[in-house]
């Protein structure tokens, strides 16, 4: 298995897996959509796309969005999306992922590397099982402005 830095040129190889992640979420499959997007975020350089290879085929990827901590005023990463292939998976390729994430943030001397996921999502065991911690202390909230 190699992971690798995803640039505009693996658009081919990350936009089935990034459609799939979606549809995982519940939302319809749009292929177009999705490599649109992904497009944009790496021309405006605003993400860090890593993309898991094995035998040369494309199985999963996680996103790094670049953000801030105003308290601490550090630079942080936030871990939006983490997806591997079903056929893939229990093969250490999340591991992977996540200890490539974990490296990229000490790298830029970021402060850590934040993450959301459903509590109904079983990979949050594979996050405790590499040290991440519940953050019980904050409370997440969201504004849909589409309900506004």
């Known amino acids: 298995m190699k992971i690798i830095e995803a640039t505009s040129t693996h658009l081919q190889d990350i936009v089935p897996l990034f459609d799939a992640y979606r549809v995982f979420y ?6 177009q959509a999705a490599e649109a997007f992904l497009k944009t975020r ?4 605003d993400t860090i796309l890593l993309i898991a290879y094995k035998n040369e085929k494309a199985v999963g990827f996680t996103q790094l969005f670049h953000s801030f901590s105003s308290i ?11 997806f591997v292939d079903q056929n893939y998976r ?23 590397v934040a993450l959301q996921t459903e509590t109904t999502n079983p990979a949050q065991y594979l996050y405790e099982s590499l040290d991440w911690k519940r953050d ?6 969201w504004l849909n402005t589409d309900l506004i």
């Open 26 to 31: 519940r939302q319809k499959s749009n292929i």
């Open 42 to 45: 790496l021309i405006n350089k």
């Open 72 to 82: 601490s005023m550090q630079p942080l990463f936030i871990l939006n999306d983490l």
């Open 90 to 112: 229990k093969q250490g390729i999340g591991v992977a992922l996540l200890n490539q994430a974990k490296a990229l943030c000490k790298y830029h001397k970021y402060k850590g």
């Open 136 to 141: 019980n202390d904050l409370q997440y909230m």
